[in-house]
């Protein structure tokens, strides 16, 4: 029986190569922090026009193990534009009141 090495270097195609380091992967699991990152590009690469971009903000937080963790966001443009825009305002008051 191949290992996952021997079956990707020795592998007749590219294509069953390819297949036999997915199997692997999903076997054994990624191994690394760049192993995580290689997977997550190729999901996203595949699955661009799927991705889904929710209708309000909001931020995930998880626990990977006791020292780190992963965090994701989503705020939307127009949410982001209406801050600038209240922040700037209220700069624009307090200066105001400072020269006065």
Known sequence: MKNSMSAISNGPSAGQGERARRAAIRRDGPR???S??????????????ERYAPPVNHVGLAMVNPTQGFIHWHLSPGWVEQARERRRDSLHKENRRRKT
Do not use: N, T, V
């Not at 995580?36 to 026009?49: H, K, M, S, T, V």
């Open 36 to 49: 995580l990152r290689r997977c997550g590009w190729e999901i996203g690469e595949r699955r661009a026009a």
């Open 32 to 34: 690394d922090a760049e």
